[in-house]
């Protein structure tokens, strides 16, 4: 990596060092360097351990899976709503001056829900967990939104750029799936070998040390901040079409989220026919599985295809798979079925995430992309909540009607966007 302060601010090396193929991960590791690869993929392993570390630690603590499920509900919710603002003030001062105080706030906040989980800080009443596991959720560090804002300024105006944006972005999206399969399976192995506080201390920990190190990577300097009062867009028509796409990544995003948690949610239902509910999870992680590999493959697709039609015809291929999985009378056949309806995912992630970058307001990526982020979790709890209950009524066929019901949603908001248009950008965007 090119730490010379008279080298371009991101230690980019120049066009011609390049020798791969434009989009290869070569180029990548040329663009930010090889050590930004292992720093952001455990600095955002905290954000996947959370929720379900929350979950145990309060559940154990109380004797109660309900308390332990409104604490877990108050971070995605904390989640949520302190993403975009995260996102936003990274826009408005840079991602240093935010991450590294965010980072340390959120490792005495969860500090302080291990020892109210604990008993060390007399709870008192329900309330204070819950206000404790909101703050903890709205301070958690977006590393992996962040991490593709930093791509979208270091591929920008290079011949290449777009290609290395997309391979990029699947790469993001294939570590976001990892790291939400390796979270919950390291939080289920430390708490049942060690101790239920141990997932999250560790998570605190590596807050502390590795989100800071992320902050101040040369990688940041790539990002030019929005000066304070300028105005990003020019005109009001424009601004109202800018908003319009945006809310259609979100509420793609949201449809995805809703997806996520309801195939979870059926996984569950359909293992437990079997007498083996915790099996469920296992099922689950094959969807994770074939969507990071499909990732991965984005970037060789034709570029003459457009994002918005790669969005509505992926979206369109997983309305019959959700289906589908009304069909399987085994496990064995349930995990092909899982398997299959991770393929189109993957490749949506990407899309909805380029399409987003596309249609941010100058100087707002950060915004745009932690909201997208902030929409999965939303559509997760979504998907969690109707697909429940569904599965309590009807069975796990119920909870996979949300599946298909969040696929057609993602469908009409790939419709959506490729009816507007292409919004162009301003200079310098």
């Known amino acids: 990596m090119n730490t010379d302060p008279s080298a371009p ?10 020798t791969g193929s434009g989009g290869s991960f070569r180029s990548l590791l040329e663009l930010a360097g090889p050590g930004f690869f292992p720093l952001a993929f455990f600095a955002r392993l905290p954000l996947a351990m959370l929720t379900i570390g929350t979950l145990t630690l309060i559940s154990t603590a109380t004797g109660s899976y309900a308390s332990g ?14 993403a975009p603002m995260i996102g936003y003030a990274a826009d408005r001062w840079g991602q240093r001056r935010v991450l590294v105080p965010a980072a340390l706030l959120h490792a005495v906040v ?12 007399e709870s008192g009443s329900p309330l204070l967990v819950i206000i404790i596991s909101f703050v903890a959720g709205a301070s958690c560090p977006q590393v992996g939104p962040l991490a593709r804002v930093r791509w979208m300024a270091l591929t920008q105006g290079r011949s290449r750029g777009r290609r290395e944006l997309e391979t990029a972005l699947s790469y993001e999206s294939t570590v976001d799936e990892l790291t ?13 070998l060690v101790a239920p506080w141990l997932p999250l201390a560790l998570a605190a920990l590596l807050t502390a040390a590795l989100v800071p190190a992320f902050a101040v990577h040369p990688t940041a300097n790539a990002i030019e901040l929005q000066q304070p009062g300028a105005e990003p867009v020019p005109g009001s028509g424009w601004i109202t079409a800018r908003v319009v796409r945006v809310g259609l990544c979100v509420l793609g995003m949201t449809g995805m989220g809703t997806l996520f948690g309801s195939v979870s949610a059926g996984a569950v239902s359909y293992a437990g026919l079997f007498g083996n509910a915790s099996a469920g999870g296992l099922l689950y992680a ?36 959700a289906l589908l999985l009304q069909v399987p009378q085994t496990i064995g056949t349930m995990v092909v079925f899982l398997l299959l309806i991770g393929l189109p995912i993957g490749p949506i992630l990407v899309t909805i995430f380029t ?18 982020a902030s929409g999965i979790v939303v559509g997760t709890a979504i998907g969690n909540g109707f697909a429940g209950v569904l599965a309590d009524v009807v069975g796990p066929q119920g909870a996979f009607l949300v599946a298909a019901a969040a696929a057609i949603v993602l469908f009409l ?17």
Do not use: K
Request: proline share 7%.
């Open 413 to 429: 908001s790939g419709v959506g966007t490729y009816a507007l248009g292409r919004v162009p950008r301003t200079e310098g965007a």
């Open 180 to 192: 939400f399969v390796m979270g919950p399976a390291l939080v289920g192995v430390l708490a049942s």
């Open 355 to 372: 399409v987003g970058g596309d249609v941010a307001p100058i100087g707002r990526m950060g915004t745009v992309m932690t909201m997208l």
């Open 9 to 18: 601010a991101t230690g980019t090396p120049p066009e011609n060092a390049i």
């Open 69 to 82: 499920g409104v604490a877990a509900g108050a971070v995605g919710v904390g989640s949520a709503i302190g």
């Open 110 to 121: 969860v500090s302080a829900l291990i020892l109210t989980g604990l008993g060390v800080i």
């Open 286 to 321: 094959a969807l994770g599985l074939t969507s990071a590999v499909a990732a991965l493959s984005v970037s060789l697709w034709p570029r003459g295809w457009a994002q918005p039609v790669r969005w509505a015809v992926c979206a369109a291929l997983l309305i019959p798979l």
